[in-house]
């Protein structure tokens, strides 16, 4: 049976529980987004109805947070409590009711992120391990690892500097630049000792990103069977060419690929997961596929 | 800088490593700060409100420079709660977690600093609404307790003490209806709005009651005239107020 990291949310029933929880980790530019983008619609393929879901994604906190990090001017207690609120939305109304339906659930970040985002702002690892104590424990953590070299030139030179990213909240006195480098270092370190801690299964992700496709499939499909045997072929005949390249990272390219089944049958189900909880009227399908801004 | 610093002293202070560390917030006597901190705590129409507003003036006259912080009213966050509320998505963990956002925000950019400022910071409702809510919608106790551990103790933890239908005959005089989380209507305790309060205040007023001696709570009887409630606030107020910053202009 599915285990929490020691304490239960009201409510939670871990008994069925059934799908596969998948956790995707890495820092900054580790090509996390790229490579979701292409195991949904291989696992869609395959015949798994596939969730995917990352941070600040929640119809709740995401715009607040959003909005509160446009300003600058959040302090990383409020912060930390605010990717929480983020994250135990998603994990009672998304999460656990996917997983409930017995989907393969593909999550973008876990709670390992937002650990070591407080971590290297100092605060309490302690405090934040007891918050996250009501987490699920995935069936796998892949940790996309990038050196910090790698890691330079991949985000510096496709996207520019980002406040956040570069940790300014943490080193106002430094520029963009070495706050950058100090700020992912630290991060680095937080995650190898998660890493240590929590068993993730590290794949070097500074190559190739469809090496790295290809490591994740093998090990996912393990996962998945853990007896080995060879899953079902797809009901249609996909051509590979038309998957997601190595060079390709948009989400049109992904969405573009996946199957007709399953943007008939698994996208509006999913969607209607919410609507049956009655909790809210996001029922779009937009708010799954965007990444965190 | 050692980032990868370990050191379990609660959230606050670790990034300042030439200064002193400060106290263990919530197990500590009080903090240590040169401002002072008074919180009313108590069941909706308790009268809480009406005797810090009280409370308020006197300060003000005195010649403290007196800041109030209210429960639910970070900028950066209420807007949040504001939704989750409208649209009834809140469960109970995550009505918890984003209260606590809120609390936070004010913790850090308003009561902490002007704390060591030396201000008189007055709070309606504090971490102990947070405990006795959260608790009285089923999260674990452990937990909620943890969750607020950033918080700063109060000087003084006023508690209103009032039977369950004295506060429930002053609210629903006062008002036409109640809202829907404020009457517990989430927990489906019942469908009738009046009754699912009385059922969920009470768990809240057990929770209250609990948190007496576990954290040291002023009781005060708010059956007690208003007036005659104020003098008591007002003698514990002074004698926790020797060697407090005051004003050098006085209003």
């Known amino acids: 049976m599915r285990q929490t990291y020691g304490k239960l949310l009201p409510g939670m029933k871990l008994s069925d529980l059934a799908g596969k929880l998948i956790v995707i980790e890495g820092t900054d530019g580790a090509g996390r987004t790229t490579q979701i983008n292409m195991l ?47 994250f135990i939305d998603r994990l009672e109304n998304e999460i656990a009711p996917a997983l409930r339906a017995g989907f393969v659930v593909l999550t973008d970040r876990y709670i390992f992120s937002l650990m070591a985002r407080a971590h290297v702002r100092g605060v309490d690892p302690g405090w934040i391990k007891a918050i996250y104590s009501v987490a699920l424990q995935p069936d796998a953590v892949f940790y996309l690892r990038v050196g910090i070299e790698e890691l330079i030139p991949r985000v ?13 909240d943490l080193f106002p006195r430094l520029d963009m630049y070495e706050s950058y480098c100090n700020y992912q270092k630290a991060l680095l370190a937080e995650f190898d000792r998660l890493s240590e801690q929590y ?42 060419e038309k998957w ?50 | 800088m050692d980032l990868s610093s370990n050191i379990r002293i609660g959230p606050f202070e670790i990034f300042l490593p030439t200064q002193p560390l400060p106290p263990e917030p919530q197990r ?78 004010r913790t850090e950019k308003s009561i902490l600093p002007l704390l060591k400022a030396g201000a008189v910071v007055l709070c309606d409702r504090y971490v102990y609404t947070a405990f006795a809510r959260d608790v009285a919608r089923g999260m674990d106790r452990q937990w909620v307790r943890h969750l607020y551990e950033f918080a700063v103790k109060p000087t003084v933890a006023f508690y209103f003490r009032v039977p369950l239908e004295t506060a429930i005959g002053r609210i629903t005089a006062a008002r036409d209806c109640l809202k829907y989380y404020e009457a517990g209507m989430d927990l489906g305790l019942s ?61």
């Open chain 1, 40 to 86: 949904k619609p291989w696992l869609e393929q395959l015949g798994h109805a596939v969730l995917d879901t990352g941070m600040t994604r929640s119809p709740l906190a995401g715009d607040g947070i959003r909005r509160a990090k446009e300003g600058n001017n959040l302090g990383r207690v409020t912060q930390s409590l605010f990717y929480a609120t983020d």
């Open chain 1, 156 to 168: 510096v030179f496709s996207r520019g500097f980002d406040y956040w990213e570069s940790g300014m």
């Open chain 1, 199 to 240: 068993k993730f299964d590290t794949i070097d992700a500074s190559a190739e990103p469809r090496t790295v496709f290809s490591l994740l499939q093998e090990r996912i499909l393990k996962v998945l069977d853990p007896n080995h045997h060879r899953p079902p072929e797809p009901v249609n005949n996909m051509d590979q």
């Open chain 1, 244 to 293: 997601p390249s190595a060079g390709s990272h948009g989400e049109e390219s992904a969405s573009a690929t996946e199957s007709y089944v399953a943007k008939l049958v698994f996208r509006p189900f999913v969607a209607s997961l919410r609507h049956a909880k009655g909790s809210n009227g996001n029922g779009n399908g937009h708010s799954w596929v965007h990444g965190e801004r």
């Open chain 2, 28 to 105: 500590g006597p009080s903090h240590d700060y040169p401002g002072r901190l008074f919180i009313v705590e108590g069941i909706d129409g308790s009268g809480k409100s009406t005797q810090l507003s009280l409370l308020h003036k006197w300060l003000e006259s005195r010649g403290y420079g007196v800041v109030f912080s209210e429960w639910n009213s970070s900028p950066l966050v209420k807007d949040t709660t504001k939704l989750g509320k409208k649209k009834k998505m809140l469960t109970p963990a995550t009505f918890s977690l984003i209260h606590s956002t809120d609390f936070a925000d």
């Open chain 2, 191 to 251: 469908d009738d709005p009046i009754q699912s309060f009385r059922i969920f205040q009470g768990r809240i007023l057990d929770e209250y009651e609990r948190m007496v001696d576990e954290f040291g709570l002023t009781v005060i009887d708010a059956t007690l005239p208003v007036e005659e409630q104020q003098v008591l606030v007002r003698q514990i107020a002074q004698s926790n107020l020797q060697n407090a910053t005051e004003l050098r202009i006085k209003p």
